[in-house]
């Protein structure tokens, strides 16, 4: 086989030769020492011959990867001392790849590698040397043990295994702050040359951040960064081998950069002063209107507070922070009245409830607003002097007795009549009637109390104008008691004269159950007539 010369190592390698003793002491085995070599001695000593100890040489063996010349790779030489150069000595070449990938001249010993090697995929391999008697086929030297490295060229570049990258990094931070640290790997070896020797530089996101050349720490470049004018950032980041000289292979990637919000924005209201229209019917406790202060932070540091800072505004509203959209709802605390007050004025005041002391120095993170409330008249229902009323008459008096009387009276401003009726539905209208004009109660018939003693009637009132609108107000009507029943004796009852009766004298004589005391009864005829009536215990 034809060898190029430029195929060989340099010649300083070449040179590097050296002798391997058959792996050292240990491998070394030494010749058999024939009878005829050993001399017997007068004293019977037997003396030794020894013949010269054979050995290999053989040069360092290095193939450099990725060859792509036309020719086989010259890798080195095997070379036994005991080769005169009469082709009389075979070398034998076993192991990994042997015979495929390296292959050896039997007679010089030289070994060329036939392909292209990768040393990212294999390092090295281990191979075995042997040298025969082309003759008589008997090792001249042991079966060696060598290896052949494969030496590195620049043939990968860096890349970032874990790139795209996603970092953040708060606002208004100080100039050098950390924020990512990003690392590429080159699988050329690192410890040969500068092939894996990486330098980090930034192609894209100056002036705003920078990155160290050795470390690969991505860092703020500017001082006091405000999310509020730009909040996203994309930074590239080059690692380049060969100590970043010039023919070296790079890799990049890509680090999408945020800025985290801080609180360094307090609340602002839009405007100063706020108008707010709520009818004197709103509902106590609903909300009768919404203010909101704009804050341009985000979360927590955008959370406000609203309070009403002034008595007026706070004994009639409250205002509470709606979480989902940050604005101040207004509620009714007591029930308005457009007749007594119109307007309200109330201070309302917004805070962050998360302050940060770094930014202390901007100022309050306060602001306040002046709403102004008017009350809206609305028409409402007249309203009854009482919230109930108590009426009595005696029973028996004729139809059309005067029983008491109702007043309501409109509460607007315009104070129109009002005009009274009865719930038509309740049984007392059989008995009761009420004016329309002046709300008097009369009865319609008259009453007994033994039969009915108590009434509940209702009593409703409409303004003339608008007669939709209805209240209403409950009367109780106590019939009064009048002596208009004489005494009866019951039929079924045993009557018992007095032993002690005279005469001229009615006299009854009861037996009273729950004492078991008998008593007597004398009821004259005046005593009858006026329902006077003595009693007397006579045991």
Same mark, same amino acid.
């Given at each position: 086989?034809?060898?190029?010369?430029?195929?060989?190592?340099?010649?300083?390698?070449?040179?590097?030769?050296?002798?391997?003793?058959?792996?050292?002491?240990?491998?070394?085995?030494?010749?058999?020492?024939?009878?005829?070599?050993?001399?017997?001695?007068?004293?019977?000593?037997?003396?030794?011959?020894?013949?010269?100890?054979?050995?290999?040489?053989?040069?360092?063996?290095?193939?450099?990867?990725?060859?792509?010349?036309?020719?086989?790779?010259?890798?080195?030489?095997?070379?036994?001392?005991?080769?005169?150069?009469?082709?009389?000595?075979?070398?034998?070449?076993?192991?990994?790849?042997?015979?495929?990938?390296?292959?050896?001249?039997?007679?010089?010993?030289?070994?060329?590698?036939?392909?292209?090697?990768?040393?990212?995929?294999?390092?090295?391999?281990?191979?075995?040397?042997?040298?025969?008697?082309?003759?008589?086929?008997?090792?001249?030297?042991?079966?060696?043990?060598?290896?052949?490295?494969?030496?590195?060229?620049?043939?990968?570049?860096?890349?970032?295994?874990?790139?795209?990258?996603?970092?953040?990094?708060?606002?208004?931070?100080?100039?050098?702050?950390?924020?990512?640290?990003?690392?590429?790997?080159?699988?050329?070896?690192?410890?040969?040359?500068?092939?894996?020797?990486?330098?980090?530089?930034?192609?894209?996101?100056? &002036?705003?951040?920078?990155?160290?050349?050795?470390?690969?720490?991505?860092?703020?470049?500017?001082?006091?960064?405000?999310?509020?004018?730009?909040?996203?950032?994309?930074?590239?980041?080059?690692?380049?081998?060969?100590?970043?000289?010039?023919?070296?292979?790079?890799?990049?990637?890509?680090?999408?950069?945020?800025?985290?919000?801080?609180?360094?924005? &307090?609340?602002?209201?839009?405007?100063?002063?706020?108008?707010?229209?709520?009818?004197?019917?709103?509902?106590?406790?609903?909300?009768?209107?919404?203010?909101?202060?704009?804050?341009?932070?985000?979360?927590?540091?955008?959370?406000?507070?609203?309070?009403?800072?002034?008595?007026?505004?706070?004994?009639?509203?409250?205002?509470?922070?709606?979480?989902?959209?940050?604005?101040?709802?207004?509620?009714?605390?007591?029930?308005?009245?457009?007749?007594?007050?119109?307007?309200?004025?109330?201070?309302?005041?917004?805070?962050?409830?998360?302050?940060?002391?770094?930014?202390?120095?901007?100022?309050?993170?306060?602001?306040?607003?002046?709403?102004?409330?008017?009350?809206?008249?609305?028409?409402?229902?007249?309203?009854?002097?009482?919230?109930?009323?108590?009426?009595?008459?005696?029973?028996?008096?004729?139809?059309?007795?005067?029983?008491?009387?109702?007043?309501?009276?409109? &509460?607007?401003?315009?104070?129109?009549?009002?005009?009274?009726?009865?719930?038509?539905?309740?049984?007392?209208?059989?008995?009761?009637?009420?004016?329309?004009?002046?709300?008097?109660?009369?009865?319609?018939?008259?009453?007994?109390?033994?039969?009915?003693?108590?009434?509940?009637?209702?009593?409703?009132?409409?303004?003339?104008?608008?007669?939709?609108?209805?209240?209403?107000?409950?009367?109780?009507?106590?019939?009064?008691?009048?002596?208009?029943?004489?005494?009866?004796?019951?039929?079924?009852?045993?009557?018992?004269?007095?032993?002690?009766?005279?005469?001229?004298?009615?006299?009854?004589?009861?037996?009273?159950?729950?004492?078991?005391?008998?008593?007597?009864?004398?009821?004259?005829?005046?005593?009858?007539?006026?329902?006077?009536?003595?009693?007397?215990?006579?045991?």
């Amino acid at each position: 086989m034809r060898i190029s010369t430029t195929s060989c190592l340099c010649p300083f390698l070449v040179c590097l030769c050296f002798i391997q003793r058959c792996y050292g002491a240990s491998h070394h085995v030494p010749a058999k020492v024939p009878s005829k070599n050993q001399t017997k001695l007068a004293n019977g000593e037997t003396e030794v011959h020894h013949r010269p100890k054979r050995g290999w040489i053989w040069n360092q063996f290095f193939v450099l990867e990725e060859h792509m010349g036309p020719d086989a790779q010259y890798v080195g030489k095997l070379h036994s001392n005991s080769d005169k150069g009469d082709g009389s000595v075979r070398y034998i070449l076993s192991g990994e790849g042997a015979g495929t990938i390296f292959i050896i001249d039997e007679v010089t010993g030289d070994i060329h590698a036939t392909k292209s090697l990768d040393r990212e995929r294999k390092t090295h391999y281990v191979l075995h040397a042997q040298a025969l008697d082309r003759n008589t086929e008997e090792a001249l030297e042991p079966k060696s043990e060598f290896i052949i490295k494969v030496q590195d060229i620049n043939d990968n570049a860096p890349k970032f295994p874990d790139g795209p990258f996603v970092a953040t990094v708060p606002e208004m931070s100080e100039l050098g702050t950390s924020v990512l640290q990003v690392t590429a790997t080159d699988a050329d070896d690192p410890t040969y040359g500068n092939s894996a020797r990486i330098v980090y530089s930034i192609l894209q996101g100056q &002036p705003y951040f920078s990155v160290d050349p050795k470390t690969g720490i991505i860092r703020t470049a500017l001082a006091n960064m405000d999310r509020e004018a730009r909040e996203h950032y994309t930074v590239v980041i080059q690692a380049k081998d060969m100590a970043g000289q010039v023919g070296g292979l790079s890799g990049s990637t890509t680090i999408n950069i945020t800025l985290t919000d801080v609180n360094d924005n &307090p609340p602002k209201f839009p405007q100063k002063n706020y108008q707010l229209y709520v009818p004197e019917s709103a509902q106590v406790g609903k909300p009768v209107g919404k203010i909101k202060a704009n804050d341009e932070d985000l979360g927590i540091n955008a959370d406000i507070k609203y309070s009403i800072i002034n008595s007026e505004g706070a004994n009639m509203f409250s205002i509470s922070t709606d979480r989902d959209t940050r604005e101040g709802v207004i509620s009714l605390k007591k029930p308005l009245n457009y007749e007594r007050k119109k307007t309200y004025t109330l201070h309302i005041e917004g805070m962050n409830t998360h302050m940060d002391p770094r930014f202390s120095y901007i100022g309050s993170f306060k602001d306040t607003a002046t709403l102004k409330i008017s009350v809206g008249d609305v028409d409402e229902a007249p309203v009854f002097s009482m919230d109930y009323y108590i009426m009595d008459v005696y029973e028996n008096a004729p139809s059309g007795t005067e029983v008491g009387a109702v007043t309501a009276r409109d &509460p607007d401003s315009r104070n129109s009549p009002v005009r009274y009726f009865m719930d038509s539905k309740e049984e007392g209208e059989r008995y009761f009637r009420i004016e329309e004009s002046s709300g008097v109660v009369r009865t319609t018939q008259p009453l007994d109390r033994e039969d009915i003693p108590w009434h509940n009637i209702t009593v409703m009132a409409s303004e003339v104008d608008n007669p939709s609108l209805l209240s209403h107000v409950p009367v109780t009507v106590q019939v009064l008691d009048v002596n208009d029943n004489p005494p009866e004796i019951a039929a079924d009852g045993e009557v018992i004269v007095c032993e002690s009766s005279r005469p001229g004298q009615v006299s009854v004589f009861f037996l009273v159950l729950k004492t078991q005391k008998y008593i007597c009864l004398w009821i004259s005829t005046q005593q009858i007539k006026y329902g006077i009536i003595k009693k007397y215990d006579l045991t």
